[in-house]
């Protein structure tokens, strides 16, 4: 059964669909920043054994490798930051998703009721009417 809310009922549910969407991406970029925060950590500490055995320095690679760290550990805690927001804007969506859910469902129980109740009138109507044909019909006895 339609109701006046479906509509509004849909276009929240695609914001939720979406937020859930953006929220996965986020969690995928923070797994990308961290997996590559790892490969740099990994590859500055071969890089260190490495400089010990040969006899150039190795000193600008370095500071580039704590500058990349410190960038990707700002992606990080920025993209966290932003997963939180969205995970807030969700669980508000999602709040406001099933509020409206909620108004469609008593829409439909009310509309359910009328509709028992108007057929329950004409049904009483029917044998209101039946009994009166036949109380027509009876003979009236004198007192």
Same mark, same amino acid.
């Given at each position: 059964?339609?109701? &006046?809310?479906?509509?509004? *009922?849909?276009?929240?549910?695609?914001?939720?669909?979406? !937020?859930? /969407?953006? %929220? =996965?991406?986020? %969690?995928?970029? %923070?797994?990308?920043?961290?997996?590559?925060?790892?490969? !740099?950590?990994?590859?500055?500490?071969?890089?260190?054994?490495?400089?010990?055995?040969? &006899?150039?320095?190795?000193? #600008?690679?370095?500071?580039? #490798?704590? !500058?990349?760290?410190?960038?990707? $550990?700002?992606?990080?805690?920025?993209?966290?930051?932003?997963? /939180? +927001?969205?995970?807030?804007?969700?669980?508000? $969506?999602? =709040?406001?998703?099933?509020?409206? @859910? =909620?108004?469609?469902?008593?829409?439909?129980?009310? +509309?359910?009721?009328? $509709?028992?109740?108007?057929?329950? #009138? +004409?049904?009483?109507?029917?044998?209101?009417?039946?009994? *009166?044909? @036949?109380?027509?019909?009876?003979? /009236?006895?004198? $007192?």
């Amino acid at each position: 059964m339609r109701t &006046p809310f479906d509509t509004a *009922l849909r276009m929240q549910q695609r914001t939720v669909d979406d !937020l859930k /969407v953006a %929220i =996965g991406a986020a %969690i995928e970029r %923070i797994a990308s920043y961290e997996q590559q925060a790892r490969d !740099l950590t990994a590859r500055t500490r071969e890089e260190r054994i490495l400089a010990h055995a040969l &006899p150039f320095a190795s000193d #600008a690679w370095l500071a580039t #490798a704590k !500058l990349a760290q410190a960038r990707l $550990a700002e992606e990080i805690q920025a993209e966290q930051a932003r997963l /939180v +927001a969205l995970r807030e804007q969700a669980r508000e $969506a999602y =709040g406001t998703f099933r509020a409206i @859910e =909620g108004a469609a469902e008593r829409f439909r129980t009310d +509309a359910e009721r009328e $509709a028992e109740a108007a057929e329950q #009138a +004409a049904i009483d109507d029917i044998a209101a009417a039946r009994f *009166l044909r @036949e109380r027509k019909r009876m003979p /009236v006895k004198a $007192a």
